[in-house]
């Protein structure tokens, strides 16, 4: 059974820092794309950023590109959103996904497994 369990959400003030991990197994995921994913009230899911199974490169969305960092370990599979200078505008529902192949891409319905999400509230 594929489980992905995300920890390290939390309340923070703006300015202040986060880090989010998403412990994945049930599967082989080295050559798994795997990504964070946000969803705000009354928003869709976006893209925040993701990295490669392979050669381990990274992507961002231009929202959150130099002030969040993603990690990948492997073994273990595990997979960790580093957060600094957080915004108000970055609250949201925090989501680790797995594709089922390595290949980069920001549409959430292109992932194949997902966590139960972990809540982040910046306060202003």
């Known amino acids: 059974q594929v489980r992905l369990v995300e920890s390290g959400g939390g309340s923070v003030q703006a300015g202040g820092s986060l880090r989010l991990s998403c412990a994945a197994s049930?599967?082989?995921?080295?050559?798994?794309?795997m990504a964070w994913f946000r969803q705000a009230p009354g928003k869709e899911r976006e893209f925040v950023a993701g990295?490669?199974?392979?050669?381990?490169?990274?992507d961002y969305a231009g929202s959150v590109q130099g002030r969040f960092t993603i990690f990948r370990d492997s073994p273990p599979n595990t997979l960790d959103l580093q957060m600094d200078s957080l915004k108000p505008e970055d609250t949201a529902v925090y989501y680790c996904?797995?594709?089922?192949?390595?290949?980069?891409?920001?549409?959430?319905?292109?992932?194949?497994?997902w966590g139960q999400g972990t809540q982040v509230t910046v306060s202003s």
């Open positions: 990295i490669e199974g392979g050669y381990g490169y990274a």
């Open positions: 996904a797995a594709r089922s192949d390595d290949n980069f891409d920001t549409s959430a319905t292109s992932y194949s497994d």
């Open positions: 049930g599967r082989t995921f080295s050559s798994s794309y």
